[in-house]
Structures are given as structure tokens and as C-alpha cells.
């Protein structure tokens, strides 16, 4: 079946770069996703990765995709303290379906 | 990016009613919605999904004659949780799809029932 993990937790200081990991299993997987969730809110979409692309950027983010893996990292550049939330890796695998979520990665930016 | 509302944010309510969550697209036609619950840090769990004009299709584990969902229009779709218990309290999301193929998520309904 379809499963999506990732790492529960990361702290980093302000300034640094973040990298929050994700290993997803269904190789038939067509697009993946990165979403942020503040305390209290929905999801908030930030970027998403064709399954034929390596890497794609976009601003401080940079998303890098290894198929062969399934590994999935989101690279967040000058993290900053407004970046801390929960971050979720999700993957989809046909069109239309519904997207299949990771647990999320708690991000806590120190200044 | 398209726009997904839900109403209400947060509800209270006592053991034994129901409560209607509405969900939607406020600039798009969402030909497909998907609803979702999170427990406190935890991820998002599919409940169901729903296309307009037809029945909604229920994942595995979820009552379908509890968590009642409606899908008339390509901008309204409804859930609701009959006869709430405690254990119903959770955070409700819920997503449209449109043309597009991308997927828009609502702000989340706050469910408790006391």
C-alpha cells in the first residue's frame, strides 16, 4: 500500500538552511507535494514536484526529488522564525485521486 | 492560488447531536471535494471523497451513515457528523479539485464534542 514518512522533528537557528526529508513508497506516484501548517490552521500549499523533474526551486525553496529512491527533501534557504510549523510531505498517485500524507515534520526556527 | 472556505471554524457541541461543516470554492469548480480529519499531531487522514451530483465514496474504517456528506453543487459540499460523540472531536479539512488537477484545502473546522 501507499505510505509516506517523514522525520517528526527539526530544530535549526535562524539563518541556517532546513532540509526536511520524505520517503514515500508508490513508484506510480505523479505529482509530490510540500504543505505547511501553522498551529491552528489549515494547509497551506508552498510547492509541488512533477514525478519526470529532479529539482525545482522557487525562492528559498528548493525541492529535490530521487525517484530510484523515492526520496523526496524540501531545502529551505535563510530559514527565518516564521517558517517554524508542520511541514507535509504528500504524494498522489493518479489524477484525481486524493493525496496520500506523510505524518509531518515539526520545524522549530531558534533566533 | 484558488480559494477553499469552510464554515464554521470551530464548533461546539453536545454528545448526542449533529453539526454541519460546509466547505467551498469560493473561485473555482471544484468537480471533486475530499474531506479529511487530523487528531493533535497527527497527519491527515482520508475520509472520503465526493463528486458532484453523486454518492461519496468512504475509505475503509469510516461510517458512512455517521459522517454524512453532500456534494449538490460544483462549489458546496457538506459534512455531516450525526449523533457527535467525543471521539468525533477531531480537525476537519476539507479540499476541492478543479480543472487543474490540483488539489485546494480549506482552513480546517475545529470539532468539539463535549
Known amino acids: 500500500g501507499e505510505d509516506v514518512e517523514q522525520s517528526l522533528f527539526l530544530s535549526v537557528r535562524e539563518g541556517d538552511s532546513s532540509v526536511i526529508n520524505c520517503t514515500y513508497t508508490d513508484s506510480s506516484s505523479t505529482y509530490l507535494y510540500w504543505y505547511k501548517q501553522e498551529p491552528g490552521a489549515g494547509l497551506q500549499l508552498l510547492t509541488y514536484i512533477f514525478s519526470n523533474m529532479d529539482m525545482k526551486q522557487d525562492q528559498r525553496l528548493t525541492v529535490l526529488l530521487n525517484k530510484k529512491d523515492k526520496h523526496l527533501s524540501l531545502r529551505i534557504a535563510d530559514t527565518q522564525t516564521g517558517d517554524s510549523a508542520i511541514y507535509f510531505c504528500?504524494?498522489?498517485?493518479?489524477?484525481?485521486?486524493?493525496?496520500?500524507f506523510g505524518k509531518g515534520t515539526t520545524l522549530s526556527v531558534s533566533s | 492560488g484558488a480559494v477553499v472556505s469552510q464554515h464554521p471554524s470551530w464548533v461546539i457541541c453536545k454528545s448526542g447531536t449533529s453539526v454541519k461543516i460546509e466547505c467551498r470554492s469560493l473561485d473555482f469548480q471544484a468537480t471533486t471535494m475530499f474531506w479529511y480529519r487530523q487528531f493533535p499531531k497527527q497527519s491527515l487522514m482520508l475520509m472520503a471523497t465526493?463528486?458532484?451530483?453523486?454518492?461519496?465514496?468512504?475509505e475503509q474504517g469510516v461510517e458512512k451513515d455517521k459522517f454524512l456528506i453532500n456534494h449538490a453543487s460544483l462549489t458546496l459540499s457538506t459534512l455531516t457528523v450525526t449523533s457527535a460523540h467525543p471521539e468525533d472531536s477531531s480537525f476537519y479539512i476539507c479540499?476541492?479539485?478543479?480543472?487543474?488537477?490540483?488539489?485546494?484545502f480549506g482552513p480546517g473546522t475545529r470539532l468539539t464534542v463535549l
Open positions: 479540499s476541492g479539485r478543479g480543472d487543474t488537477d490540483t488539489q485546494y
Open positions: 504528500a504524494e498522489r498517485a493518479q489524477a484525481g485521486t486524493a493525496l496520500i
Open positions: 465526493s463528486n458532484e451530483g453523486s454518492k461519496a465514496t468512504y
